[in-house]
C-alpha cells in the first residue's frame, strides 16, 4: 500500500495500461520490461494470475520490483474495457478491412472465415466501426469484478481498477460495494462520461469515494482511444480531469483515455492538478514494431529501440507533472 501511495503522492505517476482485456501473456511481459525500464512506475493488467505473472516477471527483468506497482482491472458486464470482438460469419463478406485496421493483430482468416485470437483482443471496437456489414459485435466473456478478483488476493497487487462505465447507478454501486466487502487496499475508480450526464458521475463518484480505502480517479476521456499525438486527441480527458477537481472530488487523479505525450501539458496549461497519467493504445502503439519479434529478450538493439521509444513518452510527460 505504501509503494503506490508514495507513487500517487509524488505527484508523478506514470501508468502503462496493457489492457483490461489483454491476455496476451507474451506482450505483457513485453511490455512491462520496456516500460518500467523506461520509469513508468505503474502496470495495469487484466485480473488474472497468469497475466499477473507476465507482468512481473517483465518487471523483474527490468530490475524495478521495488520501483514499480501492480494494478488489475475488474470490471462491469456493460463497460467496454472487458469485451471481445465477435465476428458473424454470415454477415461478413471478406472484405478484409477489419483484419488491417486491428491494433492488436487479433483478427485473421482460417477456412475461409474471420476468426479473433481473443487472448489478444482488448474490446476496443475499432473493428465493429469499421465493419460496413455490422458483422463484428462485442460481448462481455468475464466473471462479476469481485469474483475475478477472489483468485488474486494472496498475490502481490497494490491496486484494483474498477471499470464502470454504465447508465445504471445502482449495478455500479452494488458492484463497489462488493470489491469493498473483498479488497481492503487501494482502489481506481476507471470511468467516463459516455453513458451519464455531467451531474450523474459526480454524484456516483461521490458516493464512492467515501470509503476507508486510498481512491484513484482515472478520468477516462474517450476509452482506447490514443492513436494520435495531438492536443485534440486528449482534450476530452483533461475536460473531465477539469470537471472532477471543479466538483472538489480532492482523491488521487490520473488521466486517461487518448493520453499521449502532450496530456500532462495540456493539463498544466488548463490549471488541472493532476497526480499522473495512464497510456494505453499510444504507448503500446509506439513500441509494437520493436517487442512483435519472437527473440525480443535476446535482442540488445529491439530492446534498446522499445525502452527508447517509451522513455521519450516518459520524459515528455514527467516534464509537465
Ligand atoms: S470488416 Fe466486416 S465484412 Fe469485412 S472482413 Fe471484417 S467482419 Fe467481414
Ligand atoms: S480491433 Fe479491437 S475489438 Fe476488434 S479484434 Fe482488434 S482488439 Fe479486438
Given at each position: 500500500m505504501e509503494k503506490i501511495k508514495n507513487i500517487l503522492a509524488g505527484g508523478k505517476c506514470l501508468k502503462l495500461v496493457c489492457g483490461a482485456g489483454n491476455e496476451d501473456v507474451k506482450e505483457i511481459e513485453k511490455l512491462s520490461y520496456v516500460y518500467s525500464s523506461a520509469g513508468f512506475n505503474m502496470i495495469d493488467v487484466s485480473a488474472k494470475n497468469d497475466i499477473l505473472n507476465a507482468a512481473i516477471s517483465g518487471i523483474k527483468r527490468a530490475g524495478q520490483g521495488n520501483n514499480t506497482a501492480l494494478c488489475v482491472s475488474v470490471g462491469l458486464q456493460e463497460d467496454?474495457?472487458?469485451?471481445?470482438?465477435?465476428?458473424?460469419?454470415?454477415?461478413?463478406?471478406?472484405?478484409?478491412?477489419?483484419?488491417?485496421?486491428?491494433?492488436?493483430?487479433?483478427?485473421?482468416?482460417?477456412?475461409?472465415?474471420?476468426?479473433?485470437?481473443?487472448?489478444?483482443?482488448i474490446g476496443c471496437s475499432i473493428c465493429i466501426n469499421q465493419c460496413k456489414n455490422e458483422a463484428i459485435v462485442s460481448e462481455h466473456k468475464y466473471k462479476a469484478p469481485y469474483a475475478m478478483l477472489l483468485p488474486l488476493l494472496s498475490e502481490q497487487i497494490d491496486c484494483v481498477e474498477f471499470h464502470c462505465s454504465s447508465s445504471n447507478e445502482e449495478h455500479i454501486i452494488d458492484s463497489w460495494n462488493k470489491i469493498l466487502s473483498v479488497y481492503n487496499g487501494c482502489l481506481s475508480i476507471c470511468i467516463d462520461r459516455a453513458k451519464l450526464s455531467d451531474d450523474k458521475v459526480i454524484s456516483i463518484v461521490k458516493k464512492m469515494i467515501n470509503t476507508k480505502n486510498d481512491i484513484m480517479i482515472q478520468a477516462d476521456g474517450k476509452p482506447m482511444s490514443g492513436n494520435s499525438d495531438d492536443y485534440k486527441s486528449t482534450l476530452q480527458t483533461v475536460a473531465f480531469g477539469e470537471l472532477l477537481r471543479s466538483n472538489k472530488i480532492d482523491v488521487f487523479l490520473i488521466l486517461s483515455g487518448g493520453t499521449n505525450s502532450k496530456t500532462s501539458q495540456l493539463a498544466k496549461m488548463c490549471n488541472v492538478n493532476i497526480n499522473g497519467v495512464a497510456i494505453g493504445s499510444y504507448a503500446r502503439k509506439i513500441v509494437k514494431p520493436f517487442i512483435?519479434?519472437?527473440?525480443?529478450?535476446?535482442?540488445?538493439?529491439?530492446?534498446?529501440?522499445?525502452?527508447?521509444?517509451?522513455?521519450?513518452?516518459?520524459?515528455?510527460?514527467?516534464?509537465y507533472l
Open positions: 467496454i474495457h472487458l469485451t471481445k470482438a465477435v465476428v458473424n460469419n454470415i454477415k461478413c463478406e471478406m472484405c478484409g478491412n477489419c483484419i488491417s485496421v486491428c491494433p492488436q493483430g487479433a483478427l485473421f482468416i482460417e477456412d475461409n472465415k474471420i476468426l479473433v485470437d481473443e487472448k489478444k483482443c512483435n519479434s519472437d527473440d525480443f529478450f535476446e535482442n540488445q538493439t529491439l530492446k534498446m529501440q522499445a525502452i527508447n521509444a517509451a522513455k521519450e513518452l516518459a520524459d515528455n510527460i514527467l516534464k
